[in-house]
């Protein structure tokens, strides 16, 4: 039963391979708008402004639509950013952080010159992520706010410190699948759209993955046992590691081959709970786990 299969490439390449109307949920958290260099070319996240990335978005759940089965929802992780202007050394816009050369600071030393954008404005880009999809056809039900029980300490004294994220679910049409039993709240009640969560160290090595906990809750609202999920943005694999524990298929898209290998990785760690792994590249692997053949396609 248990199946993830990992695309390496861009995902806009990857995703026309998977046949239409295959995958029951999509669980997936993009990067974020000028924020880290995930180290490839093609990389959503480091467009040269946030109308094209937007833009590119919309262009990848257009395709994850066609695969989307017509009761199918997706359940999208996106945050947020400042405009900046200027700024070098350590704190500025223009700093060297941790282990992302972020972009923001190679590229936000100039605000925008979109949606009325002005020095230290919040970009809003969950919300116009959202409002795209929504004019794209899709129907936006929820808004989830994600509050980090450990967020990254900012530095700043005049706003208070950011410690939450979006998490929407769209549905392709309506009626659609969601198990409004399976994820309840302590009380027995409805769950409510606000899910206090992490911090989770299990994806360590990546520099952004999301909590296990986030992942199990959107997949058993959105999908049942022997259904597929696919996270189009897979990263270090959170997705198809939970899918794959609560007995769903997975296909996951990643462009960068360190982040694949690390999703192998974490899957080997529970392999006796995931003897089927299929990857794909230069090289694919049979489902189960034999090396099947080599095939030319680079994405
Ligand atoms: C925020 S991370 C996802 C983390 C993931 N949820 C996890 O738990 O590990 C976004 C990922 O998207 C990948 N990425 C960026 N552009 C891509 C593209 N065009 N196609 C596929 N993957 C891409 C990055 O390499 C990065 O690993």
Redesign the pocket.
Request: with cysteine; net charge negative; glycine share 20%.
């Given at each position: 039963m248990n199946d993830i299969r990992i695309l390496v490439?861009?995902?806009?390449k990857?995703l026309p391979r998977l046949n239409p109307e295959t995958i029951q949920c999509c669980v997936?958290?993009?990067?974020?708008w000028g924020l880290r260099d995930?180290d490839?070319d093609?990389?959503?996240?480091a467009e040269s402004s946030p109308t094209e990335y937007v833009a590119n978005l919309v262009k990848v759940f257009r395709e994850v639509r066609r695969v989307l089965r017509k009761d199918g929802t997706i359940w999208l992780n996106v945050g947020d950013g400042y405009a900046r202007n200027g700024g070098t050394g350590n704190c500025g816009p223009n700093a060297v952080v941790g282990n992302t050369r972020k972009l923001i600071q190679k590229r936000n030393c100039k605000v925008p010159n979109c949606w009325g954008l002005k020095d230290r404005d919040l970009l809003g880009l969950p919300w116009r992520v959202a409002f795209a999809l929504q004019e794209d056809g899709w129907i936006l039900r929820s808004h989830i706010t994600w509050i980090k029980k450990s967020a990254m300490p900012e530095s700043v004294k005049n706003r208070p410190s950011n410690a939450t994220e979006s998490i929407f679910m769209f549905a392709k049409s309506s009626p659609y699948y969601y198990d409004s039993k399976v994820v309840r709240e302590h009380s027995g009640a409805n769950l409510r759209n606000y899910w206090m969560l992490g911090p989770d160290p299990s994806?360590k090595g990546?520099p952004?993955?999301?909590p296990r906990e986030l992942?199990r809750r959107c997949i058993l609202l959105g999908s049942r046992e022997g259904d597929t999920v696919l996270?189009?943005?897979?990263?270090?694999?959170?997705?198809g590691l939970v899918a794959s524990q609560l007995n769903r298929r997975a296909v996951l898209?990643?462009?960068?081959s360190d982040?694949a290998e690390m999703t192998k990785e974490r899957a080997s760690v529970m392999e006796s709970q995931l003897p089927m792994l299929a990857m794909e590249r230069g090289k694919e692997y049979g489902r189960n786990g034999k090396k099947a053949r080599l095939k030319a396609a680079h994405s």
């Open positions: 490439g861009d995902c806009l990857m997936t958290s993009p990067p974020y995930y490839s093609g990389q959503i996240g994806g990546h952004a993955p999301f992942a996270d189009p943005f897979g990263g270090s694999g959170t997705t898209v990643e462009l960068n982040y």
